[in-house]
């Protein structure tokens, strides 16, 4: 695909101050096909919709409180899931990708996505027959993690690493049942991160824990979402109110916590940065820039 198109989409870290970002509602939020613990817990239960909503809002009013500007996709009711955008896509220097979803419950959801795009005149680039979403793409500077998941496979890690040479891509194996990497993996700084380390080999560990120095997240903690945190710059940090030991170890590193619950929304699988597709964080010139895919 080729096009030309001036764009103004740029990130290069989970940490650079967030400029704009695409959520969308859970209007039609529920559980169908059981796709982690989380979900298998809430399964017989159920989710109060107007509750997830008002939340979903509070979240909403709380991105724009610190000027960043949000998105909404419309929703669809054939979507369940659709509240978690991350998946859908990732934006990695100038370019968004957007993403070949795997699951058969969340396919067509890419589609509302390359809408939006197409409506705002904004180049994309459409990973069709690769296997990989974007709760898998931690993304730190020219260090790209990769989690090699259920949703993710090393084939489409491989075309990733010949589309982007100019990054060094490192595939992050975890265990699967934990869905994608950033439920167990997630940065907040260059120099800080937060880990559920029974979920990853020791290799990796080693390696990350070279880079950063890792905030270890309880069992507990990981099954209500601790690492699937939101920053927007500054050291601010967007986690949920019951976390309150990830949130106290944040704090102690000097990283300002902002709590907002969301728990009705977590109990279909996702948290903060599930639900949060960016699209510019303040880290480039600002200019538009010219791409060609």
Not at 115 to 129: H, M, R, T
């Amino acid at each position: 695909m080729q096009t030309e198109t001036l764009i103004h989409t740029y990130c290069s870290s989970e940490y650079d101050v967030l400029k704009q970002v695409i959520l969308c509602e859970p209007e039609h939020m529920t559980i169908r096909d059981v796709i982690n613990e989380t979900q298998k817990k809430f399964k017989d239960v159920g989710i109060h919709i107007e509750l997830a909503m008002k939340q979903h809002r509070n979240f909403v009013q709380t991105l724009k409180d610190h000027n960043i500007d949000v998105v909404l996709l419309p929703t669809k009711d054939k979507f369940p899931e659709q509240v978690f955008t991350r998946d859908i896509g990732f934006t990695l220097g100038n370019t968004i990708f957007v993403a070949d979803m795997a699951n058969n419950v969340r396919q067509g959801e890419e589609d509302v996505l390359k809408f939006w795009l197409e409506d705002e005149k904004i180049s994309y680039f459409n990973l069709v027959g690769d296997m990989i979403e974007g709760g898998d793409v931690i993304i730190d500077q020219k260090s790209i993690y990769v989690g090699l998941s259920d949703r993710t496979n090393q084939n489409a890690i491989d075309h990733l690493q010949t589309i982007m040479p100019q990054y060094e891509i490192y595939t992050i194996p975890f265990t699967e049942k934990y869905l994608h990497l950033d439920c167990v993996f997630n940065i907040l700084s260059p120099t800080v991160a937060l880990i559920y380390s029974p979920a990853l080999q020791q290799k990796e560990i080693d390696i990350l824990a070279s880079r950063y120095e890792l905030i270890e997240v309880s069992e507990e903690e990981q099954f209500t979402l601790g690492t699937n945190v939101l920053s927007i710059g500054n050291k601010k940090v967007i986690s949920l109110p019951v976390n309150q030991h990830v949130n106290s170890e944040m704090r102690k590193r000097g990283f300002e916590v902002i709590e907002v619950d969301i728990t009705e929304i977590i109990k279909s699988g996702g948290s903060f940065r599930c639900c949060t597709l960016p699209t510019v964080r303040k880290g480039q010139p600002e200019m538009l820039h010219s791409t060609k895919i």
